[in-house]
């Protein structure tokens, strides 16, 4: 019934809301001070919240940090079952992905905001890669199922692989367009990736006479 769904949209919306202005928060005084420096207190008085309320969305400090969107990684799975039947795997996932990239505004500046925050602070980026360990798990069993549903027995390791180079991909592309490649948008960057990987990471066409050692020099 429409009165008893609005409220619980309505809730879903202000606890989107208080989160996302909690993750602001943080990268923005991180990337003004250092990680190092950013207290739960700081964060929850520039969110315009409690302390108490900081702890209903992240168990700890460096989850602010490392945690821009918790429901990324659903859409993400969502979209990969709902991909076309035909489509090969590895764009389905792509496109999944894709689609979770920012374009220019408020969640493409977020994103920048992280992207300096983790290139700064190495054990931040550490704790990303293990926060995403369990995302990656899951999608893999997602691809799995989609496998089984286009008729393949026995996908082997597929499933696992692919939700990985899904996630490196992502990673890198991430960091080659945060550390000076901006020249180009983000998903055109990721779509490169991956379509060096689709076609089967060939080495990068060689356009200088190729550097060669002497012996004993």
């Known amino acids: 019934m429409p009165s008893e769904t609005r409220p619980q949209g309505l809730r879903d919306r202000k606890k989107r809301a208080t989160h996302r202005a909690l993750t602001e928060a943080a990268l923005r005084l991180a990337a003004e001070h250092g990680a190092e420096h950013v207290t739960v207190e700081a964060i929850s008085e520039a969110a315009g919240v409690s302390p108490r309320t900081f702890f209903n969305y992240f168990d700890n400090r460096d989850e602010a940090f490392v945690m821009v969107d918790a429901d990324v990684a659903e859409r993400v799975r969502r979209a990969v079952r709902d991909a076309p039947p035909d489509r090969p795997p590895l764009w389905a996932v792509a496109d999944a992905y894709a689609a979770e990239l920012p374009e ?114």
């Open 104 to 217: 220019q505004g408020p969640d493409h500046e977020l994103w920048e905001l992280r992207a300096e925050v983790l290139r700064r602070s190495p054990d931040l980026l550490a704790r990303t890669l293990g926060v995403h360990q369990a995302d990656e798990e899951a999608l893999a069993r997602t691809i799995a199922e989609r496998l089984a549903a286009s008729g393949c027995a026995d996908p082997g390791t597929y499933p696992r692989l692919l939700a990985a180079v899904a996630n490196t991909a992502t990673r890198v592309a991430v960091e080659h367009w945060s550390a000076g490649g901006r020249e180009q948008s983000l998903i055109r960057i990721f779509r490169d990736v991956i379509g060096q990987l689709a076609a089967g990471l060939p080495a990068p066409a060689v356009t200088t006479a190729p550097v060669t050692s002497r012996a004993g020099s």
